[in-house]
């Protein structure tokens, strides 16, 4: 099992840009893909972005242009920087991990197993 801690997010207005973290211990292994995930109040839990392999990049059409997702393997660490951030961003992000590996990910939450706890992103206009 894999645990995972995301941090960094908060309260920003619109424009504005926020750089959440997570953290993975355990049986985390790199090649494995890994994603973060957000949930709406009132909506269902929709990917946002996910990293394979090898490093290659999947992204929401919403959010295509603005969010960077990128790993740092030697501190077991996913990142997800967001910009140019918009009210339709706020959610709680989750970030998670596959028992997939591969260069192609997939932003498709099934395919995923273990979960942070989430971190709140509110988005002012």
């Known amino acids: 099992q894999v645990q995972l801690v995301e941090s960094g997010g908060g309260s920003v207005q619109a424009g504005g840009s926020l750089r959440l973290s997570c953290e993975a211990s355990?049986?985390?292994?790199?090649?494995?893909?890994m994603g973060w995930f957000r949930q709406a109040p009132g909506k269902e839990r929709e990917g946002v972005a996910c990293?394979?392999?090898?490093?290659?990049?999947r992204y929401v059409d919403s959010v295509k242009g603005r969010f960077t997702i990128s790993k740092d393997n030697a501190k077991n660490t996913l990142y997800l920087e967001m910009n140019s951030l918009k009210a339709d961003d706020t959610a709680i992000y989750f970030c998670?991990?596959?028992?997939?590996?591969?260069?192609?990910?997939?932003?498709?939450?099934?395919?995923?197993?273990?979960w942070g706890q989430g971190t709140q992103v509110t988005v002012s206009s």
């Open positions: 998670a991990t596959s028992r997939w590996s591969g260069n192609y990910c997939f932003t498709v939450a099934s395919y995923f197993v273990d």
């Open positions: 355990g049986s985390y292994y790199s090649r494995y893909w």
């Open positions: 990293i394979g392999s090898d490093g290659s990049t």
